[in-house]
């Protein structure tokens, strides 16, 4: 088996893991990864989803009616909207995005690919993020998927992480230590 005993581990992770079988089997994983991609960018956009998801008042039979209607107006594939109607009749919706972490921890490690995790102060071009894909894959060897965050509060530069390394350059970083070494 591809997957690491560390995701294993965990709920998200045996979720994760028993949702790439499907998918691998399936030959759909690329369509599934889309599929998260979008419930992703929705539990981050939707204020509304994310309650839906975190809802302790919900009965199961609501929560699966309602991620069911959600996932049809997102033009979710099937395996994924089973697979969401699975966690919302086990309670576990709130699992979801920890399970699309480690599906695409998964998916990346299946690829052969590295995941980076990048957070700048302000969003990245398809241009930059292609170069900085291209310079993080001359660093650790192998083809980086890079995942881009925007955080204002880092001021300016970039803090990428990937796996247990984390690169920080920015400012906010720059001018803590500055600060540090002025206090002597």
Excluded: C
């Excluded at 594939?77 to 480690?102: E, K, M, W, Y």
């Excluded at 955080?151 to 803590?176: C, F, H, Y």
């Amino acid at each position: 088996m591809e997957t690491t005993g560390g995701i294993q581990a965990s709920l998200s992770g045996r979720y994760a893991v028993a949702l790439f079988d499907l998918a691998r089997d399936g030959k759909t994983l690329d369509t599934v990864a889309a599929s998260l991609a979008a419930i992703k960018a929705a539990i981050a956009e939707s204020s509304d989803f994310k309650g839906l998801i975190n809802s302790p008042v919900l009965s199961r039979d609501a929560a699966g009616k309602t991620i069911a209607a959600v996932a049809s107006a997102m033009s979710i594939d099937l395996l994924t909207t089973n697979f969401l109607g699975v966690l919302a009749q086990n309670r576990r919706l709130s699992q979801l995005p920890a399970v699309i972490r480690a599906y695409e921890t998964l998916l990346s490690n299946h690829k052969g690919e590295a995941r980076a995790e990048v957070t700048s102060a302000h969003p990245l071009t398809k241009t930059q993020l292609t170069a900085l894909a291209k310079g993080l894959k001359a660093r650790v060897g192998r083809d980086v998927a890079v995942e881009a965050k925007v955080d204002p509060a880092i001021l300016g530069g970039l803090v990428v992480k990937i796996g247990s390394q984390m690169i920080d350059s920015s400012i906010r970083t720059r001018l803590n230590s500055l600060a540090l070494a002025m206090k002597g």
